[in-house]
């Protein structure tokens, strides 16, 4: 699939590296950040500082790697791509960050995973019940900064309930599915609309009527977003199987270890394959998995079909992404940004 062209000028003048937009949307969107985590009760600055990042334990400063600022990034470009500042959305970057965090906070519970960007688990470190609480507080938090003084705050508070909704609701759905043996793609790519592809088409319409969009406009990037979301899903799943430790911050076979029924393992126990049926084998036993069984899995789910299936979904959701920026009418610049970042996503290694 050949990069987006808009207005016939392929690339648009003044059109920054996708690794330049990011750095500055972390940088323009944590200054909103920790001002805002200042006015949390000193519990929970606490953990939420040491999730950031910016402190160790103990509260020192520290420079620890960061949240990768895909959706703040999504935002600001939403706001440019409808003709407004970058600046315009600013809070609703923020807020849509802190609901990121406080996803990841608790998903890290729920799923056991004991890394988060290369250093151990906020849970690990103060405990399940206090990550879950900070958690709370950052959502919580996330309202307030959507809200103040925002001419549009009931528009856009209306927008990001529902889909933290969506999130909560797709959490939920990936909970249930460690309990059934029958789960299939359809149920699992609904899952992640949710729990994914929700917050991403909430960052770009919050971005767009933050920047005074039209209805259509909204509409148009916020399905841009969600259709991304899932393919930022289905990569993020492969890379649960396949990432590098080095590189993702997470153990190998991080996925397979708690018998997550990720995309491409769903994929994998509905293709009715032999690989299949001894997936489905070993995913149903309640033995915890050694070294030599989750190599033995991630075989299976590549012979299976699971590898191939969930790269060629992701590849047609970044189609279906590209036509609904192009069909928002944008400006040039930041339309190429926002491919350009999309494309990124779907071709990461972390």
């Known amino acids: 699939m050949q990069p987006l062209e808009l207005s016939g000028v392929h690339p648009p003048v003044g059109v920054r590296p996708t690794r330049e937009v990011l750095a500055r949307s972390r940088e323009a969107v944590e200054a909103v950040l920790r ?6 009760p000193a519990s929970m600055r606490r953990i939420a500082g040491y999730h950031f990042g910016w402190w160790d334990e103990h509260g020192r400063p520290i ?28 809070r609703p970057a923020a807020a849509v960050e802190l609901a990121h965090e406080f996803s990841l906070l608790h998903d890290d519970v ?7 960007r290369h250093r151990p688990a906020a849970w690990t470190v103060f405990g ?26 009931a528009e856009a508070a209306k927008i990001f309930s529902a889909a933290v909704q969506q999130l909560l609701d797709g959490q939920s759905a990936d909970l249930a599915f460690e309990e059934r043996d029958d789960v299939d793609p359809v149920e699992c790519l609904a899952m992640a609309a949710g729990k994914t592809g929700a917050l991403l088409g909430c960052a770009c319409a919050l971005g767009a009527l933050a920047g005074g969009g039209s209805p259509e406009q909204i509409d148009r990037l916020a399905a841009f977003g969600r259709d991304l979301g899932l393919a930022f899903q289905l ?20 996925d397979l270890r708690s018998r997550k029924k990720s995309l491409p393992v769903v ?3 509905a293709s009715g394959t032999p690989a299949g049926d001894e997936l489905a084998v070993l995913y149903r036993g309640e033995a915890p998995l050694a070294e030599a069984d989750l190599a033995r899995v991630a075989e299976l789910v590549e012979a299976a079909g699971g590898r191939a299936w969930s790269q060629a979904k992701a590849d047609e959701m970044l189609a279906q992404a590209t036509c609904h920026l192009r069909s928002a009418d944008p400006c040039p610049r930041p339309a190429a940004e926002l491919d350009a970042l999309a494309r990124l996503v779907t071709r990461r290694d972390r």
Request: charged content about 20%; hydrophobic content about 50%; proline content about 6%.
């Open 35 to 40: 001002p805002a985590a200042e006015t949390l």
């Open 63 to 90: 420079t620890a790697a960061g949240g990768k600022a895909i959706r703040p990034a999504l935002v600001l470009l939403s706001a440019e791509a409808v003709g407004a500042a970058a600046g315009t959305a600013l």
């Open 110 to 116: 729920m799923d056991g995973d004991r890394t988060r």
């Open 128 to 153: 399940v019940s206090p990550a879950i609480l900070a958690g709370d507080a950052l959502l919580t938090l996330a309202f307030d900064v959507l809200t103040a003084g925002d001419r549009a705050a």
């Open 235 to 254: 990569v993020d799943d492969l890379l649960g199987i396949w990432g590098d430790p080095e590189t993702t911050g997470k153990p190998v076979h991080s």
């Open 267 to 269: 994929a994998a126990l």
